[in-house]
């Protein structure tokens, strides 16, 4: 993996701990994004008007092959938050509809939620998964208890952003069909680090990011929606897609009315067919089999010196290249994310989830067992320096 590191333009005096907030672009895929925004400013009426569809389609039909979905039910979204409110905003929801959903998921999803609670008074029922995690039979039922008659939409993340958990969205799916109850997946941190099959999983509207996992440059994100709902939704930003005078050539309404919202340069999107070639090309799975171990020992090594137990519980191992460790509460957890970059140049987050603190590193290919090392190394002393100042 040393190799890869030189691929990527991160300042090597810093220990890159975070992709999962915000990943890095290798070096050929960005360059390849690049060229598109060149070919922008040779010609844009070239490449924003004339050529445009064309070349929506040819990145429209790479990622619908990597996700194994039809790319007629898919659509380029700048990133999973626009996903997420562009369902939220079409389902005709009334006062007293339930939304049902966890205590794992992103901050902007649950304010997507509590706004539409005071907008039109969704009632949002967020059901609690502890820490240890239960078994995953245990997962679903704490989950399917929140379903009542007035459940409008089930909302889980595929792989949690706060807990870097792995909920159980594939038998959801299933119970959620079985029940004609309505269910949007967010899989942010999924493309990249599962084998996504969209057309298998059968959520009715999943939205991802292509800029995390998969490494595509920043803005570059999708939706998916089962073709039965294709009618139903509608545009975020209502521009030339929508109604009777669409002046493009789109393949489908749901391409007419989410994809083009004003002047923006879709160069993410066009090169995101880069970054699944790219992963291809260098091997990911391997990279990830190796990210993934290294991941479950500095979580180990964690979890040693904390002397908490791990938060996978019954669930051990279901981590990928993003995994978490609790901190304990009085071990100043609050100041430990900035006194790790500004001491060590260590960029990992801390998050503060319900009352407890966790540690969230990330593996990606780029990283080395000595940034791991490391890491374990500064926490043993910060470790010492608070106990020590009691
Ligand atoms: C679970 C989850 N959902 C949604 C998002 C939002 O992603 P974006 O900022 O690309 O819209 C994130 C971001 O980290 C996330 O972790």
Same mark, same amino acid.
């Given at each position: 993996m040393n190799k890869l590191k030189s691929l990527f333009f991160l300042d090597p005096e810093v220990i890159f701990l975070n992709h999962g907030s915000f990943g890095a672009t290798p070096r050929p895929v960005l360059e390849n994004y690049q060229d598109w925004q060149r070919r922008l400013e040779k010609q844009p009426v070239l490449y924003l008007v004339r050529e445009n569809q064309e070349h929506f389609r040819a990145a429209r039909k790479e990622l619908a092959s990597y996700l194994n979905t039809d790319p007629d039910n898919l659509v380029y979204v700048p990133n999973a938050t626009f996903g997420v409110n562009v369902i939220a905003r079409s389902l005709d929801f009334q006062p007293g509809d339930e939304l049902l959903t966890t205590n794992h998921e992103y901050g902007a999803c649950d304010n997507i939620w509590a706004f539409l609670s005071q907008k039109k008074g969704l009632k949002v029922i967020q059901r609690q998964i502890p820490l240890p995690l239960p078994s995953k039979e245990e997962m679903i039922e704490i989950i399917w208890e929140g379903v009542s008659e007035r459940t409008r939409l089930i909302f889980l993340s595929q792989i949690t952003s706060p807990t870097a958990i792995r909920l159980p969205v594939e038998e959801i799916c299933q119970?959620?069909?079985?029940?004609?109850?309505?269910?949007?997946?967010?899989?942010?941190?999924?493309?990249?680090?599962?084998?996504?099959?969209?057309?298998?999983?059968?959520?009715?509207?999943?939205?991802?990011?292509?800029?995390?996992?998969?490494?595509?440059?920043?803005?570059?994100?999708?939706?998916?929606?089962?073709?039965?709902?294709?009618?139903?939704?509608? %545009?975020?930003?209502?521009?030339?897609?929508?109604?009777?005078?669409?002046?493009?050539?789109?393949?489908?309404?749901?391409?007419?009315?989410? +994809?083009?919202?004003?002047?923006?340069? %879709?160069?993410?999107?066009?090169?995101?067919?880069?970054?699944?070639?790219?992963?291809? +090309?260098?091997?990911w799975d391997q990279v990830r089999t190796v990210c993934r171990k290294m991941l479950g020992g500095v979580l180990r090594k964690i979890e040693e010196l904390t002397g908490l137990p791990s938060i996978y519980g019954?669930?051990?191992?279901?981590?990928?290249?993003?995994?978490?460790? +609790?901190?304990?509460?009085?071990?100043? %957890?609050?100041?430990?994310?900035?006194?790790?970059?500004?001491?060590?140049?260590?960029?990992?987050?801390?998050?503060?989830?319900?009352?407890?603190?966790?540690?969230? %590193?990330?593996?990606?290919?780029?990283?080395?067992?000595?940034?791991?090392?490391?890491?374990?190394?500064?926490?043993? +002393?910060?470790?010492?320096?608070?106990r020590s100042k009691r």
């Open positions: 119970r959620a069909r079985e029940a004609g109850i309505l269910i949007l997946v967010d899989g942010a941190h999924a493309p990249g680090q599962l084998d996504l099959d969209l057309d298998d999983l059968g959520a009715d509207f999943y939205t991802g990011n292509c800029h995390k996992w998969l490494m595509a440059p920043k803005g570059s994100g999708f939706l998916h929606i089962q073709p039965e709902h294709l009618d139903l939704v509608d %545009p975020l930003v209502v521009s030339w897609g929508w109604g009777e005078n669409c002046p493009y050539d789109n393949d489908s309404r749901l391409q007419a009315i989410l +994809e083009w919202w004003g002047t923006t340069d %879709p160069a993410a999107y066009f090169s995101t067919p880069a970054a699944i070639a790219f992963q291809q +090309e260098y091997d019954e669930n051990e191992g279901s981590f990928i290249q993003i995994g978490a460790a +609790e901190w304990p509460a009085d071990w100043k %957890p609050e100041s430990l994310q900035s006194w790790l970059y500004d001491t060590h140049k260590i960029e990992i987050p801390v998050i503060h989830w319900g009352d407890r603190w966790l540690i969230r %590193p990330s593996v990606q290919g780029y990283n080395r067992q000595l940034d791991l090392d490391l890491l374990v190394k500064v926490l043993g +002393e910060y470790k010492k320096n608070v």
